[in-house]
């Protein structure tokens, strides 16, 4: 069946630092990868996505590339703020859209000042 | 501002009872919505998926009669975790889907703690 692996957390780095967050899967067919974040007492919320392999997803400064040879969607950002505190969350879906997703575990993120 | 609630986001109750968590959306009707628990350090996992004014789909693993998800109305889900054990205690989060299409929404979750 369909999984994702995520690296585990939690990550605390300062401000400005750069931020990967690794995450592989394993599913069959064709699957759409998706980053989703969760801030404090909020829902998780879409932050980026792929639907075919080679495709990248970027949105806030947050960057990820579907690598279907290494079976991949690493998250990244160059320069984290405070704001970029939270939880992240890998997912994939069978479907097209984010429909039935299967999670990763979720890396908490901290930036410190 | 949110587009899914839920409600509680804690709730504390005693082995043998049951308890009910909603998940509603606010400005849009929702045709489906997803249960989702995730237990320490482990992944968010699928529980079911329901259609409103019809019966919830569970995933393999996941006791229906346990777990009562109801969808009678375009903005309200419930799940109901019923002669709860400590062994439910665990984070429960819902998606919602509307009319549109792809764009899901996700609630804030809660967190159920079974003494």
């Known amino acids: 069946g369909n999984s994702v692996t995520q690296m585990e957390g939690p990550v605390t780095l300062s401000e400005e630092a750069f931020l990967t967050i690794n995450c592989t899967y394993t599913a069959t067919g064709y699957p759409s990868l998706f980053w989703y974040v969760q801030y404090p007492g909020e829902g998780l919320q879409l932050l980026l996505k792929?639907?075919?392999?080679?495709d990248k997803g970027s949105n806030k400064g947050f960057e990820a590339t579907y690598r279907k040879e290494t079976t991949s969607f690493h998250l990244e950002k160059g320069s984290v703020q405070v704001s970029d505190s939270a939880v992240y969350f890998c997912a994939l879906s069978a479907f097209s859209n984010d429909y039935k997703l299967s999670f990763g575990a979720g890396t908490t993120v901290t930036v410190r000042a | 501002g949110a587009v899914v609630s839920q409600h509680p986001s804690r709730v504390i109750c005693k082995s043998g009872t049951s308890v009910k968590i909603e998940c509603r959306s606010l400005d849009f009707q929702a045709t489906t919505m997803f249960w989702y628990r995730q237990f320490p350090k482990q992944s968010l996992m699928l529980m079911a998926t329901?259609?409103?004014?019809?019966?919830?789909?569970?995933e393999q693993g996941v006791e229906k009669d346990k777990f009562l998800i109801n969808h009678a109305s375009l903005t309200l889900s419930t799940l109901t975790v019923t002669s709860a054990h400590p062994e439910d205690s665990s984070f429960y989060i819902c998606?919602?889907?509307?009319?549109?299409?792809?764009?899901?929404?996700f609630g804030e979750g809660s967190w159920l703690t079974v003494v």
């Open positions: 792929a639907t075919k392999a080679d």
């Open positions: 329901s259609n409103e004014g019809s019966k919830a789909t569970y």
């Open positions: 998606s919602a889907g509307g009319l549109s299409g792809n764009t899901i929404y």
